[in-house]
C-alpha cells in the first residue's frame, strides 16, 4: 500500500494509503504498540457510514474502545462540543494511556486532535480521514483548533498524530460539493510543488464529472498519496510554519479566510473559499510575480472543471470580506504576507501586497469567470 513517511524526530509517523484500509485500523494501531482504550471521535454523518467497521478492526485487535459522536457540521468545531466530549471520555473510563481515532473529514480531524493534544495534558491520536480535504490536508501536519467567536481556528495546538489512515473508498459516499471542496487544496499542492499533477488531477475532474464509481477509485491511493507527499516534505521542512515554507500552504488563503468569514459559519465550504481565494491570488501573481496568462487560465479552468466556484455567490459583502482578510492572522506587523507564484512551482511571499490590491481582486471574484 502507498505510504507517506514524515520524518520529525520524535513525532515522526507514517500515512498509509489504501482502498479498505478502514478494516486495519487495529491492526496497524496494534502494529505501532499502541495501548490502553480507544476514544472513537466522529460525526453524525460519518459514524452511520464507518464508525462499526473501526470498531470490528479495533475488537479485531484487542483494543477496548468507547464511541463518541458530534452532530456534523463546522459549527460543532468549538469549545462546548470539546467539553461534551472530554466529559463523556472521562464517563467512559479514558485516562492518560488512552487514544482517540479521529473519523471523519476535516471538522473531526482538527477537533478531536485538539482533544486529545490538551486530554490529560496530551494523549496519542489516530487520523482516520474521510473526505478528501482531510484525506490530503487537514489530517497530516499536525495543526489542530477549535473555532471562538472571535474567528476559525482560532484556539488550537501543533499534535501530530501516531498514524494518518486514508481509504479512499469513503470517498464514493462524499455529497458531490464536498468532494469538490478537497479537490482545491489537492490542485493548491500541485501548483506549490508538482504542477505535473494538474493534468492528473484534469483527468480525476472529467470523471468526477461521470461520478466516481469504484473502478476510477482503483487509481486513486497513488494520486492522493502523492498529493500527500507535497504537503508532508513541505511540513518536515517547517513543522511549526516559522521558516516561511510551510506559509507557502497559505496559497489563496488570505483572500479565502476573509471570505470566509463574512458570511454564516459553513455556508461556504473551506475549499470553495480557497478557489476563490486562488483565482484572486493568481491575478495578483500575473500582474507582480511574473506568472503566465495561460498558467492563470490552466488552473482557473481546472477549478472551474472540478465545479468549484471562482465568483461570489451572490449576497457576499465584499467590504465585510476586506475587513475580515484585514484582520487575518497572516498580516505580521502591519505587513500583508501574501503568497504570490512567480510560476508553477515557485511559490513566494510577497510583503508588497497593498490594501488596494487585495480590494482589486475581491472585485475581480464579483465578475464571472
Ligand atoms: P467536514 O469535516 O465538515 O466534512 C464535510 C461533510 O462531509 C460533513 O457533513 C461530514 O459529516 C461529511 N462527511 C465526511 N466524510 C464523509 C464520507 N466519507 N461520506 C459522506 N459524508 C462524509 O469538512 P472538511 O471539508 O472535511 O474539513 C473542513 C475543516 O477542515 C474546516 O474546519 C477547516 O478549517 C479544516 N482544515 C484544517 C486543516 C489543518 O491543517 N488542520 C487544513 C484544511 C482544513
Ligand atoms: N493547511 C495548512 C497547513 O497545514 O499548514
Known sequence: ????????????????????????????????????????????????????????????????????????????????????????????????SSFVVALGGGVVGDLAGFLASVYYRGIPFIQVPTTVMAQVDSSVGGKTAVDIAAGKNLL?????????????????????????????????????????MLQQLSRLADELQLGFTLTTIEHLPEIIAENIEIKARIVEEDEKETRGVRAFLNLGHTLGHGIEAS????????????????????????????????DEEEI???????????????????????????????FSGGNIRFVLLSDLGSPLISEDITRNDLREAMELLTTPY
Open 1 to 96: 500500500m502507498p505510504t507517506v513517511s514524515l520524518s520529525l524526530g520524535e513525532r515522526s509517523y507514517q500515512v498509509h494509503v489504501s482502498n479498505g484500509a478502514l478494516d486495519s485500523v487495529g491492526f496497524m494501531a496494534e502494529k505501532l504498540r499502541m495501548k490502553g482504550k480507544a476514544a472513537i471521535i466522529t460525526d453524525s454523518n460519518v459514524s452511520a457510514l464507518y464508525a462499526e467497521r473501526v470498531i470490528q478492526s479495533l475488537r479485531e485487535s484487542e483494543f477496548e474502545y468507547s464511541l463518541h459522536v458530534f452532530e456534523a457540521g463546522e459549527q460543532s468545531k468549538n469549545l462546548q462540543t470539546l467539553e461534551t466530549l472530554a466529559n463523556e471520555m472521562v464517563a467512559e473510563g479514558h485516562d492518560r
Open 156 to 196: 488550537g495546538a501543533f499534535h501530530q498524530p501516531k498514524l494518518v489512515v486514508v481509504d479512499p473508498t469513503t470517498l464514493l459516499t462524499l455529497p458531490p460539493r464536498v468532494l469538490s471542496e478537497g479537490m482545491a487544496e489537492m490542485v493548491k499542492h500541485a501548483i506549490l510543488r508538482k504542477p505535473r
Open 263 to 294: 458570511v454564516p459559519l459553513g455556508e461556504l465550504l473551506h475549499g470553495e473559499v480557497v478557489s476563490l481565494g486562488l483565482r484572486g491570488a493568481l491575478h495578483l501573481s500575473k500582474k507582480y510575480s511574473g506568472l503566465k496568462e495561460r
Open 300 to 330: 482557473l479552468k481546472l477549478l472551474r472543471a472540478l465545479n468549484l466556484p471562482l465568483s461570489l455567490p451572490v449576497g457576499v459583502d465584499i467590504d465585510k470580506a476586506l475587513s475580515h482578510t484585514a484582520a487575518d492572522k497572516k
